[in-house]
């Protein structure tokens, strides 16, 4: 028992040390290419905290069971737009820049209607609509790059020489980003891997730890980049991630397993008689992303009730 405790420390550790060199590192990315914070969040940053749940998902459909990803997809939309963007939103509202936050709002949309034909019309995740996922994850880095090239210099450089400091080496900027990432996926493990030991010792149900401990252990990275972010005064970084990372979960990580495994929607749990994601689940999904996104669409800002009404 003695050594899962140390290990869920360890975890701990390098959760908490990858998110602050995670954070440093594209902050730093954002002011060297006068970047939008924000864009930074929904491309390098997304990627580095979706990796534990592509991870999951990869080894869960080559092991034959690709329905995980479907469940791991759904709840880390969920919980990314309803626990880790509510809290940035609820403690630091602000202003964001509806240009920089369209691309990634339509893509996911667009990603949602896709996973809403194949679990309403299809009831299965089909190898072809693996590889039109992963085609839209292409499409998604390449739009996202052409936002890059426009995105206006001026306004950002002034934002930022404020308190930008001596700028960061580009070789210390990736080395952080790296070194990051992988202490974040790392601790990840650790501290999913230990809590479940754990819990098992203290006689906890399976399904308890499958529905805690795995669900939010994927997503533990974009709940610490997010508290760190906010923490160093870069919530558009944040919100950046939560919306980046929801792509992700629906083009990559399905996209990834579909491929790999093709698999049938999970018929285990029922709600009115009805699929229970059918008639919860995907509702949910959807509601938490407009609340998140359309206000800020239209208002161009972020409010305290909309973070709380997320919560």
């Given at each position: 028992?003695?050594?899962?405790?140390?290990?869920?420390?360890?975890?701990?550790?390098?959760?908490?040390?990858?998110?602050?060199?995670?954070?440093?590192g594209a902050s730093a990315l954002a002011r060297r290419f006068h970047l939008p914070e924000l864009l930074i969040g929904a491309t390098v940053v997304s990627i580095g905290t979706t990796l534990p749940e592509v991870m999951?998902?990869?080894?869960?459909?080559?092991?034959?069971?690709?329905?995980?990803?479907?469940?791991?997809?759904?709840?880390?939309?969920?919980?990314?737009?309803?626990?880790?963007?509510?809290?940035?939103?609820?403690?630091?509202?602000?202003?964001?820049?509806?240009k920089t936050l369209r691309v990634p709002v339509a893509f996911f949309f667009a990603a949602a209607a896709i996973y809403c034909v194949a679990a309403y019309a299809m009831g299965e995740f089909t190898r072809p609509l693996g590889f039109v996922m992963l085609a839209?994850?292409?499409?998604?880095?390449?739009?996202?790059?052409?936002?890059?090239k426009k995105a206006p210099a001026a306004a950002e450089a002034e934002a930022e020489a404020e308190n930008a400091g001596e700028e960061m080496s580009?070789?210390?900027?990736?080395?952080?980003?790296?070194?990051?990432?992988?202490?974040?996926?790392?601790?990840?493990?650790?501290?999913?891997?230990n809590g479940t030991l754990i819990a098992q010792a203290l006689g906890v149900p399976e399904s308890v730890i499958a529905l805690t401990f795995v669900a939010l252990g994927t997503s533990l990275p974009e709940l610490v980049t997010a508290i760190t972010s906010l923490a160093k005064g870069h919530g558009a970084l944040s919100l950046g991630n939560v919306?980046?990372?929801?792509?992700?979960?629906?083009?990559?990580?399905?996209?990834?397993?579909?491929?790999?495994?093709?698999?049938?929607?999970p018929q285990n749990s029922m709600l009115f008689g009805h699929n229970a994601s059918l008639v919860l689940e995907f509702p949910v999904m959807f509601?938490?992303?407009?609340?998140?996104?359309?206000?800020?669409?239209?208002?161009?800002?972020?409010?305290?009730?909309?973070?709380?009404?997320?919560?």
């Open positions: 028992m003695l050594i899962p405790v140390l290990l869920f420390i360890v975890g701990l550790l390098c959760l908490i040390k990858g998110g602050d060199w995670f954070v440093d999951v998902s990869t080894i869960s459909a080559v092991s034959g069971h690709g329905e995980i990803s479907y469940g791991n997809a759904i709840g880390s939309v969920i919980c990314n737009a309803a626990l880790i963007a509510a809290i940035t939103v609820a403690v630091r509202p602000g202003k964001v820049d509806p839209m994850f292409v499409a998604y880095m390449v739009a996202n790059v052409l936002q890059m580009l070789t210390k900027t990736l080395v952080l980003l790296v070194l990051g990432a992988v202490l974040i996926a790392l601790g990840a493990n650790l501290l999913v891997d919306i980046g990372a929801n792509v992700f979960n629906l083009v990559l990580v399905s996209g990834v397993s579909a491929v790999v495994a093709p698999f049938s929607i509601a938490v992303m407009l609340l998140l996104t359309l206000p800020t669409l239209f208002k161009g800002k972020l409010s305290r009730p909309q973070g709380i009404a997320l919560l």
